[in-house]
């Protein structure tokens, strides 16, 4: 079974060979194959709870929110 950092340090970074089969390196590719990324992404599961919570402070009847209201629930939780 391969996990999300081996899929995206295998795939991610694949640029040679045939443009139709090759994965063209952006800056998210490269971003996503981070330590910042993985760092974020442990802190957002180990937080959950937390941020469930901010969103729901922020849209309380559980609907989608937009990226401002996103914004606003994350605003003191990343300052």
Known sequence: MIDLSEWQQTFGRVTEGNNKFSI???????????????????LIAKNRKQLINQFKTVVPDGRLFNLDQGKKALDDWLH
């Open 24 to 42: 063209k390196a952006t800056p998210l590719t490269i971003w996503e194959n981070s330590p910042e990324f993985a760092k974020i992404g442990f």
